[in-house]
T-cell receptor, first 116, second 118 residues
């Protein structure tokens, strides 16, 4: 089965704390793609990152970093020195041939509250 | 970056009305468009996938006669909720992808349409 699990439903942190959002996936595809999207309270979805299954390099973009580990089927997302503007729902997603012609499967989302 | 425009952003109408939602890709060719429905505090539920010039492929449990999808050009797809009822009230989101560039392309999302049926 193709599946994305975000076990953390809600996380609440105080500004400037670091926070890691977990994502575990299941797939039988040998080539697949992983994504993170952000959905702020206004509702629009914002693309954050794409990772190909054959590229296990971790990535850093400003305060955001992603840790991809095929051995544990995880693609975790860390926000360093969180800010109030980071408050949003974050979705991890998976796409591959076995998701049905490369449709994107979304996890349930993690709601992040960053308090001032 | 790639921009997808979705219109209208908010609709309130009476039960029995049909509502059309437009999704446009502004700076790329959207060979494939997706329509999602999102209930409060839940994830995105894929309703259907449409490829330009073809009939949409609906997910199991989604009524195709209720949710009419048209993808007549590489920049425009429409979702029409026919004879809408209060249970159709939801947040509808479209997304688009230029699949000609490869299946690894991210989907770019519209801002969503909040539909409220009275």
């Amino acid at each position: 089965a193709q599946k994305v699990t975000q076990a953390q439903t809600e996380i609440s942190v105080v500004e400037k704390e670091d926070v890691t959002l977990d994502c575990v996936y299941e797939t039988r595809d040998t080539t697949y793609y992983l994504f993170w999207y952000k959905q702020p309270p206004s509702g629009e979805l914002v693309f954050l990152i794409r990772r190909n299954s054959f590229d296990e390099q971790n990535e850093i973009s400003g305060r955001y970093s992603w840790n991809f580990q095929k051995s544990t089927s995880s693609f975790n997302f860390t926000i360093t020195a969180s800010q109030v503007v980071d408050s949003a729902v974050y979705f991890c997603a998976l796409s591959g041939r076995l998701t049905g012609g490369f449709k994107t499967i979304f996890g349930a989302g993690t709601r992040l509250f960053v308090k001032a | 970056g790639a921009v997808v425009s979705q219109h209208p952003s908010w609709v309130i109408c009476k039960s029995g009305t049909s509502v059309k939602i437009e999704c446009r890709s502004l700076d790329f060719q959207a060979t494939t468009m997706f329509w999602y429905r999102q209930f409060p505090k839940q994830s995105l539920m894929l309703m259907a996938t449409s490829n330009e010039g073809s009939k949409a492929t609906y997910e199991q449990g989604v009524e195709k006669d209720k949710f009419l999808i048209n993808h007549a050009s590489l920049t425009l797809s429409t979702l029409t909720v026919t004879s809408a009822h209060p249970e159709d009230s939801s947040f509808y989101i479209c997304s688009a992808r230029d699949q000609s560039l490869g299946f690894n392309q991210p989907q770019h999302f519209g801002d969503g349409t909040r539909l409220s049926i009275l």
